[in-house]
């Protein structure tokens, strides 16, 4: 019983300390998310008049929406921009839907939050459907616990988990207008490599078997062993795996893995 008590105090305290900032509802609402790649890659863009962006209104939403994608898509940890944002700067950004979902999912604590209790309980249960409704009340649970998210209206709340919803769409994993429905994904061996290294960056663990992180490759973690302990990977990531203790050291550096997989 203490135990629980103390695993249950500590749920609590990290979800009162927890980050919580509007930018699921500005992501969610750019009027086009190639925006992003424009924002990252071109910032001396940024200081110009808001007619550079023709479908943004005004210069004060040009920088609120600079700020969001700043803080959304860009890491304190150097490591992960120097594996991800190679990839955003020279191809599309429907190519890369995924890396920035695990992007923005690593920056912003309420949308990797709305992911573990809403997304992918509903994806690994092999559910077809996932409502609104269903992350409401996931916000309106956390508004018990967490004194900034308190404050925010029933209003404010509908409206963040519909940008949600529509986030996980644009990052291509629900389709669908009034009914979202869920897309099952299946990386593709480059998306499932950087996928590695990432993990390697977000677990801090040097033991990566049980961690939150797995789900995000979209295998349950049996089938997520098998995967990584595939020989072709052998060339890009030494793994060491004695049953309960996995760990996984990347051979390139996180800089070099773009254009070590292009030259390949």
């Given at each position: 019983?203490f ?11 990290l979800?009162?300390k927890?980050q ?11 009027p ?12 001396e863009?940024q ?8 479908d ?13 994608i700043?803080?959304?898509?860009t890491?304190?940890n ?14 599309s ?35 077809r459907i ?10 309106k ?19 963040t ?13 629900l ?13 593709s061996?480059?998306e ?6 990432f993990?390697?960056i977000?677990?801090?663990?040097s ?42 050291k990347p ?14």
């Open positions: 019983m135990l629980y008590n103390l695993i249950l105090y500590i749920y609590e305290y979800l009162f927890m919580i900032n509007s930018n699921i509802n500005i992501i969610g609402g750019l086009e998310f190639n925006l992003i790649k424009t924002f990252l890659i071109k910032t863009l200081d110009k008049s808001h007619v550079e962006y023709s943004i209104r005004t210069l004060k939403s040009v920088n609120r929406f600079k700020k969001a700043t803080e959304s898509f890491s304190s150097e490591n992960l921009n120097q594996l991800i944002l190679p990839f955003i700067e020279k191809q950004i429907e190519d890369n839907s995924y890396l920035l979902f695990l992007l923005f999912s690593f920056n912003n604590e309420l949308f990797r939050h709305l992911n573990n209790q809403v997304f992918f309980p509903v994806y690994y249960s092999g559910r996932i409502k609104k409704e269903e992350v409401e009340i996931c916000l649970d956390l508004q018990k616990t967490n004194e900034k998210l308190g404050n925010w209206s029933d209003s404010t709340i509908t409206t988990a519909s940008k949600y919803l529509t986030l996980l769409k644009k990052f291509g994993l389709k669908g207008v009034q009914k979202k429905e869920i897309i099952y994904k299946n990386l061996s480059e499932f490599l950087v996928f590695i290294y993990l390697s977000a677990e801090e663990n033991n990566k078997i049980h961690s939150e992180w797995i789900k995000y490759s979209f295998y349950e973690n049996e089938f997520f062993l098998q995967k990584v302990l595939e020989k072709q990977l052998i060339r890009y990531v030494e793994v060491q795996y004695n049953g309960d203790n996995l760990k996984i051979m390139i550096n996180y800089d070099k893995l773009y254009e070590t997989l292009k030259s390949s």
